[in-house]
């Protein structure tokens, strides 16, 4: 049986995690985030030691690390309770990432919606951006050239992950709005998806 899944798609500072967190508190939903689960590793680990080497670029820890940390967090999640395979729904955030994590992914996760957290301005991106790294002491936003390095790894590799999954199942929503507007929007989304 395959994982009943629904993405957050956007570009660095679209403003994914933001309601991630907010849409995971849904009862029968929830939010798991790869930066997340890098973030929260020891740094003796030595994925975690990876991470801090291509995310501090503004790079992709490459793929089979990725996919396997990703695999053991939801078997731990789905053994401790925290998340029902056959009930709920996952709300994945950063992940698939390329078109290569996407196919890794196949046999694992049903995807059956993608919300497309979509920002025309760029400025206003970058400036979410530095200040989450004053905010959350974050080295890939420390600077200008990693961020413009993220922003063009995801027009690059992350945004063919759209057309890999295909139009229909994309549902764009202006993320220049107040987080209160991106919700709304999100949620919109997600009754729909329900109701299918
Ligand atoms: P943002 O949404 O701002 O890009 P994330 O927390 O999702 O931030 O990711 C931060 C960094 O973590 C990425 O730049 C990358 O180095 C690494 N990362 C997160 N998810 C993945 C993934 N699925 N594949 C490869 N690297 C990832």
Redesign the pocket.
């Given at each position: 049986m395959k994982l009943r899944t629904i993405l957050l798609f956007g570009s660095?500072?679209a403003g994914?995690?933001t309601q991630g967190k907010i849409l995971g508190k849904i009862p029968n939903y929830l939010h798991v985030?790869?930066?997340d689960l890098?973030r929260n590793l020891r740094i003796q680990n030595p994925i975690g030691q990876l991470?801090l080497d291509?995310?501090s670029h503004?790079?992709?820890?490459p793929d089979e690390p990725?996919i396997n940390l990703w695999r053991d967090d939801i078997e731990n999640r789905s053994r401790n309770g925290q998340f029902n395979p056959e009930t709920d729904t996952l709300l994945l955030d950063?992940?698939?990432?390329n078109v290569n994590?996407a196919k890794l992914l196949e046999d694992i996760i049903h995807v059956v919606g993608i919300l497309n957290l979509y920002c025309t301005d760029l400025d206003r991106m970058v400036e979410r951006l530095q200040a989450r790294a004053l905010r959350q002491n974050r080295l890939?936003d420390a600077n200008l050239e990693t961020i413009k390095t993220?922003l063009k790894v995801y027009e690059d590799e992350t945004k063919p992950v759209l057309e890999h999954y295909g139009e229909t199942l994309v549902h764009v929503i202006d993320s220049t709005q107040s987080p209160v507007h991106v919700l709304r929007d999100s949620l919109e989304v997600l009754a729909k998806l329900e109701d299918q």
């Open positions: 660095p500072g994914k995690g985030s790869s930066g890098f991470f291509y995310a503004g790079n992709l820890v990725t950063g992940i698939p990432r994590q890939d993220r």
